[in-house]
Nanobody
Framework: QVQLVESGGGFVQAGGSLRLSCAAS????????MGWYRRTPGNQRELVAI???????AYADSVKGRFTITRDTANNTVYLQMNNLKPDDTALYYC??????????????WGQGTRVTVSS
């Protein structure tokens, strides 16, 4: 009932930047938090960054100081600005949202993913 659509992935050289976007649509009463995860070529999934409804954020140690997560609450959209990209950032990036479709019914939704490839 809640769909997430990511965009903004691509191919970039080390040191470059990309901005990912994730828009949520469907039956949404509220969104508690939105975040970005990634699955590396080694098939490990890790949390990259998360932003909760109050605006607090958290980041993986590996991206602190380089990535910034922001949220457009009015449009149910979350962004991930990625600067100084490294080859180790190469992964499939997924958006995730937790919230409610009604006051009493929660949802957890994942996007399909957008690929980021960083060359050395």
């Amino acid at each position: 009932q809640v769909q997430l659509v990511e965009s903004g992935g691509g191919f970039v050289q080390a040191g470059g930047s990309l901005r990912l976007s994730c828009a949520a649509s469907g039956t949404i009463f509220s969104i508690d938090d939105m975040g970005w995860y990634r699955r590396t070529p080694g098939n490990q999934r890790e949390l990259v960054a998360i932003i909760i409804s109050g605006g607090s954020t958290a980041y993986a140690d590996s991206v602190k100081g380089r990535f910034t997560i922001t949220r457009d609450t009015a449009n149910n959209t979350v962004y991930l600005q990625m600067n100084n990209l490294k080859p180790d950032d190469t992964a499939l990036y997924y958006c995730k949202a937790n919230g409610r479709v009604t006051r009493n019914r929660e949802f957890i939704s994942w996007g399909q993913g957008t690929r980021v490839t960083v060359s050395s």
